[in-house]
């Protein structure tokens, strides 16, 4: 199935920021405010470009409305299991999801490519274990969980929505 112009201007924007994103120092200083220290501890172990995403979709969560703390946590570490992965595998997951999962499945034959490819595959249920350990709540470790295929008709899907969007 062919993707639309803006689903590759979306994943060529999450590239750009994939290399180019920041985190100022007043955004972490804010999350101070709201998050516990297990939780900060585990937002700042995310990949940089993570933590940058985490902040773009609270940012939209909250354009949108949402002051719901559970909400917002789980926009914010939605995506720690993808840990220290590079670039290529983030890639070729993108075009497997989007296309086929013999893409996927060919990428790993190259070295280095099979772990990654893995903890991307499976990150939404290793960010919703790392949410639990660090001592997110039920909801926020649950929307984390099906962020791809929300459970939550209301909020699973704000988020969904909301981290396609960054």
């Known amino acids: 199935m062919a993707r639309s112009a ?15 994103g920041r985190i100022e120092p007043r955004e972490r200083a804010e999350l101070t405010i709201w998050l516990t220290p297990e939780e900060l501890a585990l937002y700042d172990a995310m990949h940089r470009a993570d933590r940058r995403h985490g902040l773009d979709v609270v940012a939209t969560l ?6 719901d ?7 914010l570490l939605h995506d720690a299991g993808k840990g220290d992965t590079g670039l290529a595998p983030r890639v070729v997951h993108a075009l497997a999801v989007a296309y086929t999962e013999t893409i996927r499945s ?32 039920m909801r926020t470790v649950e929307l984390i969980r099906w962020q791809d295929a929300p459970r939550d008709p209301v909020d699973g899907e704000r ?8």
């Open 6 to 20: 803006g689903w590759w201007a979306g994943k060529l924007r999450q590239t750009a920021r994939y290399l180019t």
């Open 62 to 67: 909250r354009a949108e409305g949402v002051t």
């Open 69 to 75: 703390p559970e909400l917002l946590t789980a926009g």
């Open 106 to 137: 060919a990428a790993m034959r190259f070295p280095g490519m099979r772990a990654p490819l893995v903890r991307m595959r499976d990150h939404a249920e290793r960010s919703a274990e790392l949410a639990r350990v660090a001592g997110c709540s």
């Open 159 to 166: 988020l969904r929505l909301a981290d396609e969007a960054n």
